[in-house]
């Protein structure tokens, strides 16, 4: 895995800091990423929520995948996108947003309204 001197300072950084860069970035109209393989988007089964992961930056995301998930690439996903079609689906679908986990899963979990209260608040 290879990962830039950012990736690490960014994934030292608390969840709460990672969960305000990204969405400082999102009301900045910047892509977010996830990861994807054939089937679809990365969804983890946490039991209570089922949590699709966000990142800001392509490295990031494709970096947490090498470590687990085998055969997902990035995924990017426009910010207007992402506040008028991704949230409202997740909404509906009652999936949450895990914001910029850590290389140890550490992350802020939100509901996707929750998250979007957030990016527009």
Not at 70 to 96: N, R, S, V
Not at 104 to 117: K, L, P
């Amino acid at each position: 895995m290879t990962t830039s001197a950012f990736d690490d300072t960014f994934y030292r950084l608390p969840s709460s800091e990672r969960y305000d860069q990204v969405l400082t970035l999102i009301k900045k109209q910047h892509a977010i990423w996830t990861l994807a393989d054939n089937e679809g988007c990365l969804i983890i089964d946490l039991g209570s929520d089922k949590v699709l992961p966000i990142w800001p930056e392509q490295a990031l995301a494709q970096a947490w995948g090498e470590k687990d998930y085998e055969g997902f690439q990035a995924l990017e996903i426009k910010a207007t996108d992402w506040i008028e079609k991704w949230l409202p689906g997740m909404e509906k679908d009652g999936f949450a947003v895990g914001v910029a986990p850590n290389l140890a899963g550490e992350c802020i979990v939100s509901s996707a309204q929750e998250h979007r209260a957030d990016i527009q608040g």
